[in-house]
C-alpha cells in the first residue's frame, strides 16, 4: 500500500507564506510525477502545480510568480511554498503522486488535504 501525508496547511493573513509538504511512504518502487491540486467550497478540483520525473514543472496562471513545487526524492516528499498568498487561494489543497508500486503496479494516490485558509 502507498500513502501520501500532507502537512503545512493553515490560517494566514493575505500577502503572507505557508508551506506544505507531501511525504510518500509505502512499497515504492518509484514516483513519477507529484503534483498539488486545490478545492475551494462551490469549484471544481485544479491542478495548482505538477512536478515530473524529469523535472519537468507546470503552474496553473493564477499562481504563477507566488507558488513554487519542488521535490526531494530521497525523502518522497514533494512541497509547494506559497508566497503571497490571496484570500482566493483559500482551499482544501491536495497532493497527488503517479507511483509505480514494487511488483509493477502503477496507481495515482491521493492525501488526504490540507486546509489553507487566506484572510483579507
Known amino acids: 500500500q502507498v500513502q501520501l501525508v500532507e502537512s503545512g496547511g493553515g490560517l494566514v493573513q493575505a500577502g503572507g507564506s505557508l508551506r506544505l509538504s507531501c511525504a510518500a511512504s509505502?512499497?515504492?518502487?518509484?514516483?513519477?510525477?507529484m503534483g498539488w491540486y486545490r478545492q475551494a467550497p462551490g469549484k471544481q478540483r485544479e491542478l495548482v502545480a505538477a512536478?515530473?520525473?524529469?523535472?519537468?514543472?507546470n503552474y496553473v496562471d493564477s499562481v504563477k510568480g507566488r507558488f513554487t513545487i519542488s521535490r526531494d526524492n530521497a525523502k518522497n516528499t514533494v512541497y509547494l511554498q506559497m508566497n503571497s498568498l490571496k484570500p482566493e487561494d483559500t482551499a482544501v489543497y491536495y497532493c497527488?503522486?503517479?507511483?509505480?508500486?514494487?511488483?509493477?503496479?502503477?496507481?495515482?494516490?491521493w492525501g488526504q488535504g490540507t486546509q489553507v485558509t487566506v484572510s483579507s
Open positions: 509505502g512499497d515504492i518502487s518509484r514516483i513519477n510525477a
Open positions: 512536478l515530473s520525473s524529469g523535472g519537468t514543472i
Open positions: 497527488n503522486a503517479d507511483v509505480s508500486r514494487i511488483g509493477g503496479l502503477r496507481w495515482t494516490y
